[in-house]
């Protein structure tokens, strides 16, 4: 359900008036008065500006508990101190999705948010791979809920593009980067690299990963893939394999999982020397214990250098190939 009450910006705050609004925290931090009691001192914001305000007792009941970025809703008084605006904070709480509209406690990008995703279709249109051109084409023309929220949102509350549309700025200028790096250094695979740069907002975390495998004469190294999966505890992430509707596999992941995109920057690995194009597929280090008790030869494998593909791959076999 959409907001329908009109919201109290704070450039219309007027000293002696008693307010309840929800605001966006933008700093909260602790402090004593000279008397040794503690209270709180707080930035508010929204897109016409910002004000402080005074939590002095933080302890009293209506206080609850919040957090620096938070969306909260406050009641107050406007009150004036050494010339400038700010509100004596009687009750506060968290507010929850529907009560807040984003937009109106950032700015809007400069730009027009049609104009940057005519750009970025145009610049998908340039990738000339098959499967990476449509991954892009399924994740920002396709999936209509995905890219609302894409050209609503801001990169970041703060530190750069912290506006409404700063995400779709923030995109396109790092895939125009790439495009540039790419025509500088030929030897850079323009396709995987402006891909990486824009499925990298879909979750958080590194775009490539690397992982531990055992190669050529048992001699372990550092495998590399594009994320498919949450981040995870490595400590988790050793005990178990990918298995079929895997929770952790993520939106993208799925799709780069089943054509097998995710495992392109292995070809860093062929010319670092770790791997061939073809050849058996390397297992990560306690799984080769475990197999060289239950599979006869199981080790032999490792006396050619591990491949990019194999039969498994061929034979749609992986994540958990016991069977």
Not at 145 to 174: D, N, P, R
Request: proline share 6%.
């Amino acid at each position: 359900m959409g907001i329908v009450r009109k919201m109290r910006f704070i450039e219309t705050l007027r000293e002696g008036e008693r307010i309840s609004e929800v605001y966006l925290c933008r700093h909260k931090q602790t402090a004593m008065t000279k008397a040794g009691k503690p209270y709180e001192n707080l930035i508010f914001q929204d897109k016409t500006g910002t004000v402080d305000g005074k939590i002095w007792d933080p302890n009293s009941l209506g206080i609850d508990d919040f957090d620096a970025l938070d969306y909260i809703e406050v009641m107050g008084d406007v009150t004036s101190f050494a010339g400038a605006m700010q509100l004596n904070i009687k009750r506060v709480r968290k507010a929850g999705e529907g009560e807040y509209n984003p937009a109106d406690y950032l700015p809007v990008s400069e730009n027009s948010t049609d104009d940057m995703y005519t750009q970025l279709v145009a610049m998908i249109g340039t990738v000339k791979n098959t499967y990476l051109n449509t991954l892009l084409k399924k994740l920002f023309i396709e999936d209509k809920e995905f890219l609302k929220s894409f050209e609503e949102h801001s990169a970041a509350k703060t530190v750069h593009h912290g506006f409404i549309g700063g995400l779709m700025e923030h995109t396109l200028s790092v895939a125009r980067l790439c495009d540039y790096m790419a025509s500088a250094y030929p030897v850079i695979k323009r396709d995987m690299l402006i891909t990486a740069a824009l499925i990298k907002i879909t979750s958080p975390g590194p775009v490539i990963y690397s992982q531990e495998r055992i190669g050529l004469h048992n001699r372990p190294f550092k495998m590399f893939k594009f994320r498919s999966m949450e981040v995870q505890d490595p400590n988790k992430e050793k005990k178990q394999w990918t298995t079929p509707h895997d929770p952790r596999v993520t939106p993208v992941g799925r799709f780069i999982r089943k054509t097998s995109i995710d495992e392109m920057p292995q070809f860093f690995n062929i010319l670092i020397g770790d791997m061939s194009l073809v050849g058996p597929r390397p297992e990560r280090p306690q799984y080769v214990e475990k197999f060289k008790e239950e599979i006869p030869r199981y080790m032999i494998k490792h006396q050619v250098r591990p491949g990019l593909t194999g039969w498994a791959q061929i034979n749609g076999y992986r994540g958990d190939t016991s069977n």
